[in-house]
């Protein structure tokens, strides 16, 4: 594989690379980036022209109170380890998106505008990102008759022609993914840590090879586990599929927090699984405004999941405009693509990739700045 000098540019100023990155000098979030390239986008400038000249000149007249010209200064100046994470990460296999690549998953930057994450790292058949399916969550430790509600549900999915979409946590999230991959089916796994030790997994091996199977994160492919990183996970999941199911959630974590959020923001329609669990939330997610799902895997239809149409919403507009937008995003069948309606992307405009080098080219191309 190969990364350009835009893309490494792009990883200076928005990925992590070991625990030094904190404090002062942390990489931009989504936000804060999104910020950033587009005031680049409005100088003509690309984050590559950021790697050589005066760093002070080419920012002349840009203020920002948490993205100053010396935190962007010393994210740049990571050359070094970013050469040397690079080299590990393609060795295993992974490769690197940014939001400029064309298959950079389309429905991430219609409904998370600037919050969409500036870079995914991932392996296995990258084309299923924009693939849609069924987003299925749930909690890690559940009964044994939900884990078999999950499989059951990712096989089906799987008969029907769709793709499963889930977080890769074991439980729920995992049952569903390899019930589909079981069936033949696909599934794109969301991981919110370790994604470089899930690439060389057993379970997940074969499907990596027969390309049914990608597994992304936004995050540090050697990151462990993170309270926050799993959190904000959970939008990507939904966003990236056509209808959500949740078998169920507790009163509180991420599950429950990742439905209020879908809920809030409209993102796909949400079914939720009903049960008598008196721990469970599902049913406070239901009288929230959550379609009820059947308790019963007999009387499941997948394709009613996917026969709600939603509302022309924000989330088909430019990313950075108020205008309202007329198009809407409505799945005609499981796995079907989504609407192409025009989309100025302003950040791609700005990320446009330059020539490409070879990944034993980095140290040499960062370290000019």
């Known amino acids: 594989m190969t990364v350009s000098a835009n893309t490494q540019a792009i990883l200076l100023l928005t990925a992590r690379f070991g625990k030094s990155d904190s404090g002062a000098n942390k990489p931009l979030t989504p936000k804060e980036y999104g910020r950033f390239a587009e005031w680049l986008r409005f100088q003509s400038l690309t984050p590559e022209r950021l790697l050589s000249g005066d760093l002070q000149e080419l920012l002349q007249g840009w203020q920002d109170k948490t993205v100053t010209v010396e935190r962007v200064g010393a994210l740049l100046d990571r050359g070094s380890a970013l050469a040397l994470s690079m080299e590990k990460w393609l060795r295993a296999g992974l490769w690197v ?6 298959d950079y998953p389309r429905r991430l930057k219609q409904h998370l505008r600037s ?20 987003a299925v969550i ?17 096989e089906m999915a799987s008969n029907a022609g769709g793709s499963i979409v889930s977080g890769g946590a074991r439980g729920v999230d995992e049952t569903a993914m390899l019930g589909a991959l079981g069936a033949e089916g696909t599934a794109v796994g969301v991981l919110a840590d ?4 899930a690439c060389s997994s057993g379970k997940y091996r074969r499907a990596l090879m027969e390309n049914n199977l ?22 990507y999941i939904y966003c990236l599929a056509d209808a959500a199911l949740a078998i169920h959630s507790g009163k509180k974590g991420g599950t429950w927090s990742g439905a209020q959020e879908d809920l809030k923001r ?23 405004g959550a ?18 149409a939603n509302e022309p919403s924000r989330s088909d507009e430019d990313l950075f405009s108020a205008a309202p937008s007329s198009v809407g995003v409505v799945p005609t069948e499981i796995g079907a693509p989504e609407s192409h309606a025009p989309l100025a992307d302003a950040l791609t405009a700005v990320e446009e990739d330059r020539p490409v080098v070879s990944g034993g080219d980095l140290g040499a191309i960062v370290s000019d700045t």
């Not at 870079?119 to 849609?132: D, H, I, K, M």
């Not at 749930?138 to 990712?154: A, F, H, M, W």
């Not at 009820?292 to 026969?307: C, K, L, N």
Request: hydrophobic residues 40%; glycine residues 10%.
């Open 115 to 134: 919050d969409s994450p500036a870079v995914l790292f991932g392996c296995g058949n990258r084309a299923l990102l924009n693939s849609g399916g069924l």
């Open 214 to 235: 990608v597994l992304v994160s936004p995050f540090n492919p050697e990151a462990g586990f993170n309270t926050g990183n799993a959190m904000a996970r959970n939008k």
């Open 291 to 308: 379609m009820e799902a059947p308790s019963d895997i007999g009387a499941v239809s997948i394709e009613t999941f996917f026969q709600v």
């Open 266 to 288: 409209g993102w796909v329609p949400l079914w939720v699984k009903q049960t008598d669990d008196p721990e469970a939330g599902n049913k406070a997610l239901i009288a929230a």
């Open 194 to 197: 370790s994604l470089l030790r």
């Open 97 to 102: 998106m940014t939001r400029s690549d064309p």
């Open 138 to 154: 749930g909690s890690r430790k559940v009964s044994q008759d939900d884990l078999v509600y999950s499989s059951r549900i990712g």
